[in-house]
Each structure stands twice: as C-alpha cells, then as structure tokens.
C-alpha cells in the first residue's frame, strides 16, 4: 500500500511557494475543538501539515507538535514558518505504535487513493496511544476524481467514509459533521469532518 498519488505529489513539489501562502489566515473551529479535548502538552502529529499554519496554531497553544508532509518543497515551507524540522513522510510510511496523544489529519488524507486508505487508517490506529485522538477532513461527494490541477481526490460520502472508519480498525465515539467550504481551487463544495478515538 502506497498512500499517495504520484500525480497529486509532483502538483505540490511544483506549486509549493504558492499552495504554503495561500489558505485562510485563521485556523478551523474544527482545531479549537479538537485541542479542547487534548490535555496541555499532548503529543500531536500532523499528516500532511502544508505550509504550516495548523502546525503554528498548535505550537502556540502548548502542544508538544510533529508536524509531517509528503513532499520535501512543502516541508521546506512549513520549516521556514515554524523554524523547526518539518519531518519528509508519506502516510504509508507511519510506522510508530502507542506513540502520539492524538494525530491531525485536515484536508490531507482526502488525496489518499480508496483502496489504501484502509490500510493508513490502521497505521494511525496503531501510531496512536490508548484513548488518543483522530480528526480528518475529506472533500464529499461518492465518486473519486481529479479537480483541475490534476489532483486525486477520493470524495467519500458520509456513509461510505464511516465504513471504511469501521472496516478499518476498532475506533471509539465516531463522530461525522458535514458542511459546504472551498478548496485551493477555489470551488465550494461538501466537506466531511470525522473524529474518532483509538479504545482505551
């Protein structure tokens, strides 16, 4: 199982100076309320942490941060706002067990092609401590595709992300919101979060 899109990749070697500045200045409500749960201090990865900005928010608030990207322009951006190493890793890669207090997943495990995605849920399943904490954000739809760019996008339903949550591994208080936002493309579209917590 590989976890990522060659294609989908090169988009952000090549655009990185650009995709790493652009975005909303402000962080997800979604983040607020995810670290709300967190005690001070928890050990937190990110997948796929962009140009850094959740990283940074993180940071700030305390939180002990491993912050990750598949490609190393990107990670290269994230190091320059965060001064700090920004770790190379693609999400087939994750190989840590118990380690990590919860593992921050926002808009990055939606280029995960379907048939793999199993697979990197059971390794952050496996990365995670007993009781630690999982979000994700994946665009929705129930077709995957590619937008313009060429990126992969696995667009989950509700009902099909759930299940292959619950195919996946053993996972506790499953949560799903749904919500309409946009992307670097501009385009505004059906979003689904989930957030789930390895059993204790």
Not at 174 to 181: K, Q, S
Request: aromatic fraction near 10%.
């Amino acid at each position: 199982m590989s976890g990522f899109d060659a294609a989908t990749l090169a988009f952000y070697a090549a655009e990185a100076p650009v995709y790493a500045a652009s975005g909303p200045s402000g962080v997800s409500r979604h983040l607020d309320a995810f670290l709300d749960r967190l005690p001070q201090g928890a050990a937190i990865l990110e997948l796929g942490c962009g140009g850094g900005r959740d990283a940074a928010y993180m940071i700030a608030r305390g939180f002990a941060v491993e912050p990750t990207d598949g490609t190393a322009e990107i990670a290269a951006q994230a190091e320059a706002r965060l001064g700090r190493p920004v770790r190379v890793m693609r999400f087939g890669e994750l190989a840590a067990a118990d380690r990590y207090d919860a593992i921050w997943a926002s808009a990055s495990l939606l280029h995960v092609p379907r048939g793999d995605l199993p697979d990197v849920l059971a390794r952050i399943h496996r990365a995670l401590k007993p009781g630690g904490l999982h979000f994700a954000s994946y665009k929705g739809g129930g077709c995957e595709g590619r937008d313009r760019f060429g990126r992969y996008f696995n667009y989950f339903s509700r009902e099909e992300l759930e299940a292959v949550y619950r195919g996946s591994a053993r996972w506790d208080g499953l949560d799903l919101a749904e919500g309409i936002g946009g992307g670097y493309d501009g385009v505004q579209g059906p979003w689904v979060q989930i957030t789930v917590r390895r059993p204790v």
